[in-house]
């Protein structure tokens, strides 16, 4: 039995993988096994009714087979995770389900407005192309119910039904390409309290196991592990393996961990992003352009960069770089007409298209100052008689077009390769990719 759940959070407190957490408490003590590993599932982080990381979860249960692995602790005792199953008695099942929807209820942040908690329930996998929907666009609650009652699931709900979307979605996800993360909750009397979280030991595991991410920005000097709500996540340490994730937990230097838990993520994936032109990029939608600036990049209020970028039909758009990304911007300056790059990124309700990294295939041949031509018949540079009024010899009095000024070459301003953000700046789907060369600048 498939299990997914969303909407249990608020600005104000709670946290969704919390929920899942009481939900394989309860499976433990009821002799119902977890089946591979808990599943944290980021969705389309465009959507303007989410509470923070618009994140879903879900996890399957019943009766383990073959070798098992420890994957988190709750009340002092081992969650384990069988890599294969078999479903439950039929009578189970329901009961499992029931009792299942009983936790949700009583964890979620129940009478808080805009959080209606959703639990769906399905003997399989979802189709995978309601996951690539819903992490990349808007999809209604009718076609999630749909694809739940496709696969003969059930939903249970209360308020709106707005988290079934997410639920739904949590297990269509297909898993295949996929990064870990080792969430470790709080005590429950400390919920609401400063947290304490040594950075020292964070850097230091970091350094010690490469395959982490996200865990510390050296730029702004911000510890990247902790949340700053009101919620019961002490801190969280992703990785690109899941042994690398259990390993670091034991080395972080904090207050008491009442818990931990590993899951499976699509975080670093950039699976919300597609290749797309720019009369297909819409409102709410994120995707990869490639193009040509077809004017130099202006910084307005703030530190912020704008500049345009055309794609091979000749549509236009508008890139902006937030100056919090801190590369970004810095790239984004130089960026001169006829520079190719490629960007990634998420349109608003606006046109823009709010930069998440640049690529710079290549710089433009005709970058630098235009210099003046020299005369053939006198060999002496001639003079511009202004601007677009061409150049003359002050000699013979030859004259020439504006146009035929010539370039003056000059290196490359920055490496061609892929710029991300900050870490700090960076969204939780970003794509991670192989080392760019912003990595490496003095930003």
């Known amino acids: 039995m498939w299990i997914g759940i969303d909407d249990t959070d608020s600005p104000r407190g709670g946290c969704t993988t919390w929920v899942l957490t009481e939900l394989l408490a309860s499976a433990r003590d009821r002799d119902i096994d977890l089946i591979g590993l808990p599943r944290l599932v980021r969705l ?26 420890v994957v988190g602790e709750i009340d002092g005792r081992t969650i384990w995770s069988y890599c294969e199953g078999r479903e439950l008695p039929a009578h189970e099942a329901e009961e499992w389900e029931g009792a299942a929807w009983d936790v949700v209820r009583r964890s979620s942040q129940q009478g808080v407005p805009d959080t209606d908690p959703a639990m769906v329930t399905a003997p399989r996998r979802l189709p995978a192309r309601l996951y690539w929907r819903t992490v990349r666009e808007i999809v209604p609650i009718a076609e999630a119910r749909h694809a739940v009652r496709d696969v003969d699931g059930t939903i249970r709900t209360l308020g709106s039904s707005r988290g079934v979307i997410g639920a739904a979605a949590s297990l269509a996800w297909p898993g295949r390409h996929a990064t870990f993360e080792a969430i470790s909750y709080r005590v429950p009397e400390r919920i609401g309290q400063p947290r304490t979280v040594d950075a020292g030991s964070v850097r230091r595991v970091q350094r010690t196991y490469p395959d982490l991410f996200l865990c510390w920005d050296d730029r702004t000097r911000r510890l990247l592990v902790a949340p700053h709500t009101p919620c019961p996540i002490l801190y969280g340490l992703r990785s690109r393996t899941p042994e690398a994730a259990k390993r670091a ?61 055309a794609d091979t039909s000749g549509r236009v758009i508008e890139c ?26 998420s349109r608003g309700i606006g046109p823009a298209l709010r930069i998440e990294g640049i690529e710079v295939l290549r710089w433009s041949a005709t970058r630098g100052a235009r210099l003046p ?7 002496r540079p001639a003079h511009s008689m202004g601007r677009a009024r061409g150049y003359r010899c002050r000699s013979c009095g030859a004259r020439w077009p504006p146009e035929s000024g010539r370039r003056a070459g000059r290196p490359p301003p920055f490496p061609l390769g892929v710029y991300h953000p900050t870490p700090s700046a960076r969204r939780h789907l970003a794509p991670l990719g192989p080392e760019s060369p912003g990595d490496a600048l003095p930003f």
């Open 44 to 69: 389309n982080p465009n959507v303007p009714w989410k509470t923070r990381g618009n994140a879903a979860l879900s996890a399957r249960f019943g009766r383990g087979t073959g070798p098992r692995t």
């Open 373 to 379: 031509p020299r005369c053939t018949r006198c060999s």
């Open 320 to 345: 902006l770089a937030f100056e919090p990304t801190k590369t970004l911007p810095r790239v984004a300056r130089v960026l001169d007409v006829g520079d190719r790059i490629a960007v990634w990124g």
């Open 249 to 309: 937990r034991r080395l972080v230097r904090s207050e008491p961990v009442d818990r931990w838990v590993l899951f499976r993520t699509n975080q670093g994936t950039g699976d919300h992003l597609r290749g797309v032109d720019i009369g297909s990029l819409t409102s709410l939608t994120s995707g990869r352009l490639r193009g040509r600036v077809t004017a130099p990049a202006r910084t307005g209020p703030g530190g912020h960069v704008t500049f345009p970028l």
